[in-house]
């Protein structure tokens, strides 16, 4: 299996969390130096907490699954304090 399907396979176990939420995560890029970029689907995209899923979530299920991975990166990381960001409905 290489590598993106590990990773997939990882993200296979907490995508129904994340979709329950109307978001989900693409893997873009796994870099020479094994570090997953991911990009931040739906309203995982503009949620002011995608920080907390991301490190609390994603990267703990890749990292537990995958161990070859040094580490997980979101290109589109929407920050805590931005005025645009938006909770999910159920989150509100």
Known sequence: MSLVEQVETALDTIRPYL?????????EEITPEKVVKLKLLGSCGSCPMSIMT???GIEQAIMKAVPEITGVEAINLTDID???AVMPANMR
């Open 19 to 27: 979709e329950a939420d109307g978001g989900n995560v693409s893997v």
């Open 54 to 56: 991301l490190k609390a």
């Open 82 to 84: 931005d005025p645009n």
